[in-house]
């Protein structure tokens, strides 16, 4: 851990969220400045860690996510996944406060532009998936997740009929002492970075 360690401890809510934007600039900063061949070899590792997590995906609907501003990008791993019998799914931000909808897609399947210019499924019904993968931007030792933000993981994973396996994903360099979780926020039940999983 680096710039998180040994946190003054925070309990008013408008300075733990000032305290995340800062983090999570400093967080985005170091992934980005990790090179591209760097971060693709760390993204294979990745790839290892979910399927020993994970192992058989046959008959299984795992969300992922469409890699941005230096996230983790599992793209081949998505493919193998349909390749082994599983099925895939992307999520999708519907409007600002409402939970994100997920999507089955595969390689070859028609995308259109999302929010943030990000890629998303063109047509077909919503899924619920068994396994959602969520990108990190920081992750604590109680597998809490520091997102962007917009609060659409928790409220989607409080509005899901089912709960899902849910896996964190990132690099080692986004672990941070706390992130000072509050009552909204629901941790990850495994983390996987290049280094470890579990």
């Known amino acids: 851990m680096a710039d998180g360690d040994n946190p003054t401890p925070m309990t008013d809510w408008a300075d733990i969220r000032q305290w995340r934007k800062a983090e999570r600039e400093r967080l985005i900063a170091s992934r980005l400045a990790v090179s591209a061949d760097t971060r693709a070899a760390m993204s294979a590792r990745i790839a290892e860690g979910l399927d020993r997590v994970i192992g058989d995906p046959s008959g299984r609907m ?3 996510y469409w890699p941005f501003r230096g996230e983790p990008d599992l793209r081949p791993w998505m493919e193998s996944i ?6 895939t799914a992307l ?5 600002k406060g409402q939970p994100l909808v997920f999507k089955a897609y595969k390689s070859g399947d028609r ?9 998303i499924p ?4 919503p899924v619920y998936p068994d396994v959602v993968i ?3 931007v920081g992750v604590d030792p109680g597998n809490y997740r520091l997102g962007y933000g917009g609060g659409f993981f928790d409220r989607t ?6 709960k899902p396996l849910v896996i964190g994903i990132g690099y080692e360099l986004q672990r941070i002492a706390t992130i000072y979780p509050q009552k ?9 970075t290049e280094a470890s999983a579990g």
């Open 62 to 64: 795992v969300s992922l």
């Open 82 to 87: 349909n390749a082994r019998g599983g099925k």
């Open 91 to 95: 999520p999708l931000v519907i409007d």
């Open 111 to 119: 995308l259109e532009k999302g929010v943030w210019n990000i890629p």
């Open 122 to 125: 063109a047509e077909g019904d």
């Open 134 to 136: 969520s990108p990190i």
């Open 157 to 162: 994973l409080a509005a899901m009929p089912f």
């Open 184 to 192: 909204h926020d629901i941790p990850m039940d495994k983390i996987v």
